[in-house]
């Protein structure tokens, strides 16, 4: 697709991650090991992200993405590129599939960290990843990152209070980092950005929020979400207009299974009706995400993209049944403002989700045959 489509006209796109090639998790328990160097780590990381490229040209998506190759999970951006944080240990999710099976503890645990002091950029790996796709994406390109909304996940009691007494100070400083960092990706090229923000699974289900880290009323963590994905997406355009900003969310994506439950209800008339995003990409694979009712909430010319296409199971959902789900959704938004996805990426940490690198194409492949049949 030629790279100076509009990203309205753009109906397939994918979340971002992408099932990891065995041999680049060779590759990265070998540097960790220290049998191989840095460059030859990012040698293999460039071989898996040009994979990457091609089978998404191949199955007709029609905006790019690296397929998150050089990360550990999704939420390495504040994990593991901001400065002053600490290693973590916290209570574990618990993580469901869709069949009711909880999987094994080691395939879904991953260290946390939590501000020890003021937070700093003290790695640009959304850089790297921005210098390689503006040369050599064929079309349009987007960078993900974890929203700096999310910011508060970090503060923990005993570790953070010196640093920020107030966890909302982490969380605006946090802020000033990501409209930062994405000026430094505009200088690069990059014109799409998509913000993944999951503080609002916390006022979707009230079990989960129960058993996070700081479990908080809800409207505050609605309130204060919706804020800071606000000033994020203003600041960004201010800097620059020109960059088109999309925001994920989902219910957790780990080894196929997911994290909370709930409709868009609770937070749909601030989130949708204020939050200044060109595209909200929507998880919409099953019942765990409740009706489309919500959607009438979007400001008028935001484009909702509706991830009715699962990444947690290699079963290829029915094409008139996608088409119907479609027709369902334009009558809260209208047909030109939608597009299809798949609800999530298919590996947003190293281990993936259970399916293969050909039935996940199959899958990016669906959601564009799709997307012509029902946009042309």
Same mark, same amino acid.
């Given at each position: ?20 090639? *065995? ?22 990381? #460039? ?43 916290? *209570? ?6 869709? #069949? %009711? ?6 395939? =879904? ?29 064929? /079309?349009?390109?987007?960078? =993900? ?5 999310? /910011? ?5 009691? %005993?570790?953070?209070?010196?640093? &920020? *007494? ?23 090229? =990059? ?26 009323? $809800? ?44 409709? &868009? ?28 009712? $919500? ?53 947003? =940490? ?27």
């Amino acid at each position: 697709m030629a790279a100076d489509n509009h990203p309205r006209d753009i109906h397939a796109e994918h979340v971002g991650s992408l099932l990891r090639q *065995p041999w680049l998790l060779a590759a990265r328990a070998d540097h960790k090991a220290g049998t191989i160097t840095e460059g030859e780590l990012r040698a293999a990381e #460039d071989r898996a992200a040009a994979e990457n490229i091609e089978a998404q040209r191949s199955a007709g998506i029609g905006v790019f993405t690296d397929g998150e190759v050089r990360r550990t999970n999704w939420m390495t951006g504040i994990l593991e590129s901001i400065g002053g944080m600490s290693p973590v240990r916290t *209570p574990m999710v618990t993580w469901h599939r869709a #069949d %009711g099976e909880i999987p094994p503890e080691e395939e =879904t645990d991953f260290v946390m960290t939590a501000a020890a002091a003021k937070v700093f950029q003290k790695d640009h790996l959304t850089a790297v990843e921005a210098g390689y796709m503006a040369a050599h994406a064929p /079309g349009p390109f987007k960078v =993900t990152m974890m929203s700096a909304a999310m /910011g508060g996940m970090t503060w923990l009691a %005993g570790v953070s209070d010196t640093a &920020y *007494p107030d966890p909302a100070e982490l969380v605006d400083d946090l802020v000033a980092l990501q409209v930062a960092e994405v000026a430094e990706l505009a200088a690069l090229g =990059t014109r799409w950005v998509q913000l993944d923000s999951l503080s609002y699974n916390q006022v979707f289900d009230d079990e989960f929020r129960a058993a996070t880290l700081n479990p908080m009323d $809800p409207n505050v963590i609605l309130a204060a979400s919706v804020a800071a994905d606000t000033a994020i997406v203003n600041g960004i355009k201010a800097a620059n207009p020109d960059v088109t900003v999309g925001m994920h969310i989902c219910r957790g994506n780990n080894r196929s299974a997911y994290m909370a439950k709930g409709g &868009y209800g609770p937070v749909a008339e601030q989130l949708f009706g204020t939050v200044p995003v060109d595209r909200f990409l929507l998880e919409y694979d099953d019942e765990r995400s409740g009706g489309f009712e $919500p959607l009438r909430f979007v400001r008028p010319g935001a484009t909702v993209v509706l991830g009715l296409v699962s990444s947690k199971t290699p079963v290829l959902e029915s094409q008139d049944d996608l088409r119907r789900r479609i027709e369902a959704a334009a009558r809260y938004v209208p047909l030109e403002n939608l597009a299809i996805s798949p609800q999530c990426g298919f590996a947003s =940490t190293s281990a993936g989700n259970v399916l293969t690198p050909d039935e996940q194409k199959a899958k990016l492949a669906l959601v564009a045959e799709t997307a012509a049949r029902v946009w042309g």
